[in-house]
T-cell receptor, first 115, second 113 residues
Framework: DQQVKQNSPSLSVQEGRISILNCDYT??????FLWYKKYPAEGPTFLIS?????DKNEDGRFTVFLNKSAKHLSLHIVPSQPGDSAVYFC??????????????FGTGTLLAVQP | DADVTQTPRNRITKTGKRIMLECSQT?????MYWYRQDPGLGLRLIYY???????NKGEISDGYSVSRQAQAKFSLSLESAIPNQTALYFC????????????FGQGTRLTVV
């Protein structure tokens, strides 16, 4: 039972355009969401996060949007650059006792930014 | 030096062999995790530990065991390796204070033949 889903295995975008990566979740108790980026032969690295009390968080070219009623979040990258080409994982966590518990990850989306 | 170090980075082993993957961290985090990555399945949680005396099963713990030898060390064992345990394995740590991200090691590519 996949609690966190990324329905697009891959996405191709032209350099300079917007990349939109989507993620859906089923557990309404999740209260913290993250995006990770992974290059080949490396571990995932943290990109950006959002708490369930917010609907948007922005960090430079990266913006995460959260729609709790739809149980959907998305990552926008503007403008996209070739160096953004990687696998992107979304993850969700539950907060127990004031701290985030284990993270549940989606299946990943391979982003290819074409020069 | 990496904050989260996994050894070995690559390993080929035979079916039925026992193998241990090791993870050490210098971040001072109490929480440590083991995930495996498979194509099309993303990252799935195998085991996690919130402190030295706390071990918890994740989504796919069957066929695996773990040991938390110290705050900084968390090892994953395959008691009798089988081919469908061929995967990329990641160790991660996190700080229990508030909402924080997990920090990952560079991974161990394990092949069971």
């Amino acid at each position: 039972d996949q609690q966190v889903k990324q329905n697009s295995p891959s996405l191709s975008v032209q350099e300079g355009r917007i990349s939109i990566l989507n993620c859906d979740y089923t557990n309404s108790m999740f209260d913290y969401f993250l995006w990770y980026k992974k290059y080949p032969a490396e571990g995932p690295t943290f990109l950006i996060s959002i708490s369930s009390i917010k609907d948007k968080n922005e960090d430079g070219r990266f913006t995460v949007f959260l729609n709790k009623s739809a149980k959907h979040l998305s990552l926008h990258i503007v403008p996209s650059q070739p160096g953004d080409s990687a696998v992107y994982f979304c993850a969700a966590g539950l907060n127990y006792g004031g701290a985030t518990n284990k993270l549940i990850f989606g299946t990943g989306t391979l982003l290819a930014v074409q020069p | 030096d990496a904050d989260v170090t996994q050894t070995p980075r690559n390993r080929i082993t035979k079916t039925g062999k026992r193998i241990m993957l090791e993870c050490s961290q210098t971040k001072g985090h109490d929480r440590m995790y083991w995930y495996r990555q498979d194509p099309g399945l993303g990252l799935r949680l195998i085991y996690y530990s919130f402190d030295v005396k706390d071990i918890n099963k994740g989504e796919i713990s069957d066929g695996y065991s773990v040991s938390r030898q110290a705050q900084a060390k968390f090892s994953l064992s395959l008691e009798s390796a089988i081919p469908n345990q061929t995967a990329l394995y990641f160790c991660a740590t996190s700080d229990p204070r508030g909402n924080t991200e997990a920090f990952f090691g560079q991974g161990t590519r394990l092949t069971v033949v």
